[in-house]
Each structure stands twice: as C-alpha cells, then as structure tokens.
C-alpha cells in the first residue's frame, strides 16, 4: 500500500484525508480524517522504529541487531523524536550526547570536519 500523501504533488498544498473505505463490504465514510503522527514518517523511520520496539527500547540490544554504534542508534531515536514532532528542550545530559555523537560520526567518517564545527556550533 502507498505511503500517505501530505503534500500536493501539483502546488505543494497540504493534503487532507477526505474519504475512507471499508475493502470487505465497500462502505464508504466520507468527512475530514487526520493521519496519526506515525503515518509521515519516512520508510527508514519506521523501519528502525520497529527495530526499537521489537528490542523493547534496549539499546544495546540494537546494537547487537543492526551492527551500529551506541551514539548512532541514540542519534536516530533523536532524529525519530524530531520527525514525530515530539521534541523536547534537550536536558544537559542530552547536549553532552549530542556532541559526543557529532564526534563519533567524525571519527566515524560519516561527516567531515567542516559539517561536524557546524554541527557543533548549532547546539552551543
């Protein structure tokens, strides 16, 4: 089944859900319908979602499974908190992470040292 679409494909508009059918007895149910939050997330989003929810949020657990670093797996569950549009203010703990993690993924070689100073001064 297609992914739903948020966004016009003609003039960029916001798309509303205006119609559900049922595939066993074909009633339709015709109104203004809101996608739940979990409905825009990116395909590799979900995917590593359900890795999470399946590990039951072990994280080390994840590590095991998908072969990616601790800082990764905690890098891609602040890019899932981000993409649900449940960002909180980030508690001090979380910035030392953060730059731990833009560190990591210099190492890593995952980005160059230029994008890493940016990174880095973003969360000053």
């Not at 994280?59 to 549009?85: A, F, H, N, Q």
């Not at 210099?106 to 973003?122: D, F, Q």
């Amino acid at each position: 089944m297609a992914k739903i679409l948020d966004q016009c494909p003609v003039c960029q508009a916001r798309m509303e859900i205006t119609q559900l059918s049922c595939t066993a007895c074909e009633t339709v149910v015709v109104g203004r319908f809101e996608p739940n939050r979990f409905s825009k997330l990116a395909p590799e989003s979900m995917t590593f979602l359900e890795t999470f929810i399946r590990n039951r949020g072990n994280v080390k657990d994840m590590e095991r499974e998908t072969g990616i670093s601790y800082w990764t797996i905690r890098r891609k569950i602040d890019e899932l908190i981000t993409e649900l549009g449940l960002e909180a203010h980030p508690d001090p703990e979380t910035a030392k992470t953060t730059r731990r993690d833009i560190l990591e993924r210099l190492k890593n070689g995952e980005i160059t040292p230029e994008e890493a100073g940016k990174l880095l001064e973003k969360i000053k």
